[in-house]
């Protein structure tokens, strides 16, 4: 059995993508084990998630330290502990540091629930929906020094229906976050992503 991929999963809030990537390693179809969820917010309801399935959990506060790389070197610290081979960002509220980037190069996924370049950043599917645009969807990519600028892994669109809310577009948006972030962290383990320049290319 080829040796399976050691996920350092980072979380804030409810771990939606979290239960995600649990429930597609359960049934098989991400060859991958998460060796550690780690949460700055100690309320957050993905710590919650983890415990259910028996995976470690670390929650480090924010106000625990005096500065974001203080932050970053105990996090950084705490993965390389748990040999982590891939940094997985399930809605991670925090900037990651230019120190913790190299401490993983190009081990850090991010996803985000907008098509992007298009609308970085905090609440995207408002952004999206507010702005007016017919199709709207979601983003795996590789994390760089920028706010949802590195290389782009999978990206799936969602129209945006005349009847839609933000909550609504959001809601269908977050379906499919579930489908494509396991499909893109099983391609990482494959070795079947490539990086070049702003590009990725998926070997077959």
Do not use: W
């Amino acid at each position: 059995m080829a040796e399976l991929l050691n996920l350092g999963v980072l979380i804030s809030g409810n771990g939606s993508n979290l239960q995600s990537i649990i429930d597609h390693i359960e049934q098989g179809s991400l060859k991958a084990v998460i060796k550690i969820v780690v949460s700055n917010n100690p309320d957050a309801y993905g710590i919650t998630r983890a415990q259910k399935h028996g995976i470690p959990v670390v929650v480090i506060k924010n106000s625990d330290f005096k500065n974001k790389v203080g932050f970053d070197a105990e996090l950084i610290r705490i993965l390389k502990d748990h040999q982590v081979d891939l940094v997985v960002l399930a809605g991670f509220m925090r900037i990651i540091t230019p120190d913790f980037l190299k401490a993983f190069p190009g081990r850090v996924m991010n996803i985000h629930p907008a098509l992007l370049p298009s609308f970085p950043g905090l609440h995207a599917q408002k952004q999206a929906f507010d702005y007016g645009v017919k199709v709207s969807g979601c983003t795996v990519h590789f994390v760089d020094e920028g706010v949802d600028t590195g290389p782009i892994i999978i990206q799936a669109s969602v129209p945006v229906l005349d009847d839609d809310t933000d909550d609504t577009l959001a809601a269908r948006i977050l379906k499919e976050e579930h489908r494509i972030y396991p499909e893109a962290i099983q391609l990482f383990a494959d070795g079947r992503l490539e990086i070049s320049g702003r590009k990725v290319f998926i070997r077959k």
